[in-house]
Nanobody, 124 residues
Framework: QVQLVESGGGLVQAGGSLRLSCAPS????????MGWFRQAPGKEREFVAA????????DYADSVKDRFTISRDKAKNTVYLQMNSLKPEDTAVYYC?????????????????WGQGTQVTVSS
């Protein structure tokens, strides 16, 4: 079992930046992929970014490419999502997720473990 705890959400003006953190705990040994997803009110959960913990392979949704950066710090056992040039349409609850597999994937159903989510609100 893997537990995920997100932090770093908040309220920011358009054009600003936030950094989200996700710290996995529990049974974290073995290869896995970490992903960030978001869900806005009335919308389905959507893929934001993902990283393979071991190899560092990356993937981004087109809507955040060149603005968001996913990274991991193995020493701190933490995954980050640096969000720059934020837009009001980035407003959502952001979720960290873990997939016990090697392939970086955008499909929520591939991820077995989820955090509780952290709210990001971007004002215009």
């Amino acid at each position: 079992q893997v537990q995920l705890v997100e932090s770093g959400g908040g309220l920011v003006q358009a054009g600003g930046s936030l950094r989200l953190s996700c710290a996995p705990s529990g049974r974290t040994s073995g290869p896995y992929t970490m992903g960030w997803f978001r869900q806005a009110p009335g919308k389905e959960r959507e893929f934001v970014a993902a990283i393979n913990w071991s190899a560092g392979n990356l993937d981004y949704a087109d809507s955040v490419k060149d603005r968001f950066t996913i990274s991991r710090d193995k020493a701190k056992n933490t995954v980050y999502l640096q969000m720059n040039s934020l837009k009001p349409e980035d407003t959502a609850v952001y979720y960290c997720a873990a997939d016990p597999g090697l392939v970086v994937t955008r499909y929520p159903t591939s991820y077995d473990y989820w955090g509780q989510g952290t709210q990001v609100t971007v004002s215009s």
